[in-house]
Nanobody, 122 residues
C-alpha cells in the first residue's frame, strides 16, 4: 500500500515559480511517480514522471523545459519544480504511483494523492 500527499500549491503570478512536493509512504523504490494536472473542463494530463529504480525522468516537450522532476536522497519524496508559470498552467496537480515504469495512462496508476491547486494569474 502506498500513500501520497502533495503540498506546495498556491496562487502565483505569471512568470513565478512553484515547487510541488509529493511525500510517499510505503516501499516505493521500484515504482514510478508521475505528476498529472487537471484543469477545469479538461482531461487529466501527464506533466512529468520519474522511474525511481534508475532515476530516469520524462517531461513532455510541450512544456518547453519549464518543469523539472526530482527526488530526495531517501527516495521518499518527489518534487515538481515549475518555472516561468503561465495562466494556462492553472490546474489541480496530482502525484500518482505505479509499479515499475512511467506511463501517461492515468487509469493504470493505482495510487493517487489528494491534489494541490495551482493558480497562475496574468
Amino acid at each position: 500500500q502506498v500513500q501520497l500527499v502533495e503540498s506546495g500549491g498556491g496562487l502565483v503570478q505569471a512568470g513565478d515559480s512553484l515547487r510541488l512536493t509529493c511525500a510517499a509512504s510505503g516501499r516505493i523504490g521500484s515504482y514510478a511517480i508521475g505528476w498529472f494536472r487537471q484543469a477545469p473542463g479538461k482531461e487529466r494530463e501527464g506533466v512529468s514522471c520519474m522511474r525511481l529504480s534508475d532515476g530516469r525522468t520524462y517531461v513532455p516537450d510541450s512544456l518547453g523545459g519549464r518543469f523539472t522532476i526530482s527526488r530526495d536522497s531517501a527516495e521518499t519524496t518527489v518534487f515538481l519544480q515549475m518555472d516561468n508559470l503561465k495562466p494556462e498552467d492553472t490546474a489541480v496537480y496530482y502525484c500518482a504511483a505505479k509499479a515499475s515504469y512511467c506511463s501517461n495512462l492515468t487509469n493504470i496508476y493505482p495510487w493517487w494523492g489528494q491534489g494541490a491547486q495551482v493558480t497562475v494569474s496574468s
